[in-house]
């Protein structure tokens, strides 16, 4: 148990749709960081909330994007669905943004786009 | 891109100590090296952590040589339940995000 839960574990959505995932971070930690993964790929960076303002983005598009509120948790909402979106989206909470500091990963967020 | 090169994948029977290595030859002064294992369906869990020489926990030990170009994870008399993903990764002590490789995949034969 990392004290890291997502929301919901697994979910079907039509592609076009749009889609909203959500964090609570582990208690005391004020840094939510949102990854993708595909199949048989390591995690990939979507961006990171550090005290409810976007402090960094991977390569992702616009479509991507994120709150974090003021109790820390955090959504990630992804607009105009494609199939390639089909991925495990994990939420990992730390304190403070620095990547020296111990990341706790959730269990994710398996999306299936059909 | 990942800044680290690791075995794609690793078979060990029951008992046996595993050792996995990694190459980091782009990594900086200011970089740790961090393993996350990941078990199918979750999330990657934190394994140990170093900067230079030697560290040990619970779980595993992690090996540095002095010139941090490479690092190996020990995990001493695996069991079936080690069977998963293991990731290297060098880490900016800065806002920086962790950059994920494709890990090694550890198989634990009885």
């Known amino acids: 148990e990392t004290g890291v839960t997502q929301s919901p574990t697994h979910l079907i959505k039509t592609r076009g749709q749009q889609v909203t995932l959500r964090c609570s971070s582990q208690s005391g930690h004020n840094t939510v960081s949102w990854y993708q993964q595909a199949l048989g790929q390591g995690p990939q960076f979507i961006f990171q909330y550090y005290r409810e303002e976007e402090n960094g983005r991977g390569n992702f598009p616009p479509r991507f994007s994120g709150l974090q509120f003021p109790n820390y948790s955090s959504e990630l909402n992804v607009n105009a669905l494609e199939l390639d979106d089909s991925a495990l989206y994990l939420c990992?909470?730390?304190?403070?943004?620095?990547?020296?500091?111990?990341?706790?990963f959730g269990e994710g967020s398996w999306l299936t786009v059909v | 891109l990942a800044k680290t090169t690791q075995p794609i994948s690793m078979d060990s029977y029951e008992g046996q100590e595993v050792n996995i290595t990694c190459s980091h030859n782009?990594?900086?002064?200011?970089?740790?090296i961090t393993w996350y294992q990941q078990f199918p369906s979750q999330g990657p869990r934190f394994i140990i952590q170093g900067y230079k020489t030697k560290v040990t926990n619970e779980v595993a030990s992690l090996f540095i040589p002095a010139d941090r170009k490479s690092s190996t994870l020990s995990l001493p008399r695996v069991s079936l339940s080690d069977t998963a993903v293991y990731y290297c990764l060098s880490l900016l002590s800065g806002n920086t995000p962790l950059v994920f490789g494709k890990g090694t995949r550890l198989s634990v034969i009885a």
């Open positions: 990992a909470s730390s304190i403070g943004p620095s990547s020296g500091n111990t990341i706790y």
């Open positions: 782009n990594i900086a002064t200011n970089d740790y």
